[in-house]
């Protein structure tokens, strides 16, 4: 049996964090299936983002620990476990999901799963958000100058 592990994000700013939690996650299965926030997504949990969502999704899936990028549901974040019904589910040290709901919620659709939070890279400085930071203090803008 393949075991197939999902792994979630915006990957809006890809950086090294991200590289090292697809990695991380890679080495729990035999297949690493990226599910790519959406746009809108991404507006309502984080931010506008700064690329599209189809441009995250090819840059996604031309890295190494990737074998599949896709886009996710617009609506229900579900959806897309019960389409590709993965055995682990692999969580950013960052992400607000709950393990123990999302494993209920899985088991309630008809999709058992074992979720796995991935810790982050050592002396990582390198989130979107701090990146961004850095480029406007750089520029001799502000955060308050982020919109």
């Known amino acids: 049996m393949v075991v197939s592990v999902m792994a979630t994000g915006v990957f809006d700013l890809l950086h ?11 080495k729990l299965g035999d297949e690493l299936v990226v599910v790519v926030a959406r746009d809108q997504t991404a507006r309502r949990l984080k931010h506008e983002p700064y ?5 995250r999704r090819e840059m996604v ?9 896709i886009l996710g549901s ?4 579900y959806a897309t476990v019960v389409a590709e019904r993965p055995s682990i ?3 950013g040290y960052d992400q607000i999901w709950n393990e123990a709901e999302v494993v209920r919620e899985c ?3 008809g999709v058992p799963v074992r979720v796995v939070r991935i810790g982050p890279l050592p002396h990582d400085d390198l989130a979107t958000k701090r990146i961004v930071e850095r480029i406007l203090e ?8 982020r919109a």
């Open 16 to 26: 090294p964090g991200h590289v090292y939690f697809l990695s991380e996650a890679r």
């Open 51 to 55: 690329v599209a969502e189809h441009v």
């Open 61 to 69: 899936e031309s890295l190494k620990p990737v074998d599949r990028a």
């Open 74 to 77: 617009a609506t229900d974040i």
């Open 89 to 91: 589910i692999a969580l």
């Open 107 to 109: 088991e309630r659709r």
């Open 138 to 145: 750089r520029a001799g803008r502000g955060p308050e100058a």
